[in-house]
T-cell receptor, first 114, second 114 residues
Framework: ETGVTQTPRHLVMGMTNKKSLKCEQHLGHNAMYWYKQSAKKPLELMFVYSLEERVENNSVPSRFSPECPNSSHLFLHLHTLQPEDSALYLC?????????????FGDGTRLSIL | GQQVMQIPQYQHVQEGEDFTTYCNSSTTLSNIQWYKQRPGGHPVFLIQLVKSGEVKKQKRLTFQFGEAKKNSSLHITATQTTDVGTYFCALFMNYGGATNKLIFGTGTLLAVQP
């Protein structure tokens, strides 16, 4: 039990589909993050939310759209993805966004784009 | 974007041998974190180093922060098959936004042969 739950664990979708990834944290943290992990690449920070406000958008294409309705939930809406978007998408949370606290990760969603 | 280099990228050892991974930055760091990701798993926080020259131990793992706070190392004594995984350092850097963000290193994949 990591305290950070991601669904679905696996997702296969076509390039024209629309889908959403969900993340929920049960740790009472104020900051949540989306990362992309591709084979043979370091973890890439995509988005940062602090107290439900987006504080960082790391030049991510608009086909990825995050949503944070409250401090416990984070979504990543996907639309018209490309094959190079196939990767493991990891959600993480930390106590606060700027206090250098450890990040707690979910198990990730393995995304495959056909 | 900025990359945090770790060396080696990959190491294969016999069980019982020692292992070391190094993390290097061109800038002085406020602190450094280390994470471990098992195959098929998610990154798990191991430790945070803050002080110049700091050394911390967790059983067979020894973490060190350089005197100049520009590099760090993780040493495992007498590796076991349970040590298999990718070890990441993570640094707080200003990634062009308003505040510092946690940037992950390229990682070192450790394989342990029984």
């Amino acid at each position: 039990e990591t305290g950070v739950t991601q669904t679905p664990r696996h997702l296969v979708m076509g390039m024209t589909n629309k889908k959403s990834l969900k993340c929920e944290q049960h740790l009472g943290h104020n900051a949540m993050y989306w990362y992309k992990q591709s084979a043979k690449k370091p973890l890439e920070l995509m988005f940062v939310y602090s107290l439900e406000e987006r504080v960082e958008n790391n030049s991510v294409p608009s086909r990825f759209s995050p949503e944070c309705p409250n401090s416990s939930h984070l979504f990543l809406h996907l639309h018209t993805l490309q094959p190079e978007d196939s990767a493991l998408y990891l959600c993480a949370s930390s106590q606060d966004e700027d206090t250098h606290q450890p990040q707690h990760f979910g198990d990730g969603t393995r995304l495959s784009i056909l | 974007g900025q990359q945090v280099m770790q060396i080696p990228q990959y190491q294969h050892v016999q069980e019982g041998e020692d292992f070391t991974t190094y993390c290097n930055s061109s800038t002085t760091l406020s602190n450094i974190q280390w994470y471990k990701q098992r195959p098929g798993g998610h990154p798990v926080f191991l430790i945070q180093l803050v002080k110049s020259g700091e050394v911390k131990k967790q059983k067979r793992l020894t973490f060190q922060f350089g005197e100049a706070k520009k590099n760090s190392s993780l040493h495992i004594t007498a590796t076991q098959t349970t040590d298999v995984g990718t070890y990441f350092c993570a640094l707080f850097m200003n990634y062009g936004g308003a505040t510092n963000k946690l940037i992950f290193g390229t990682g070192t994949l450790l394989a342990v042969q029984p």
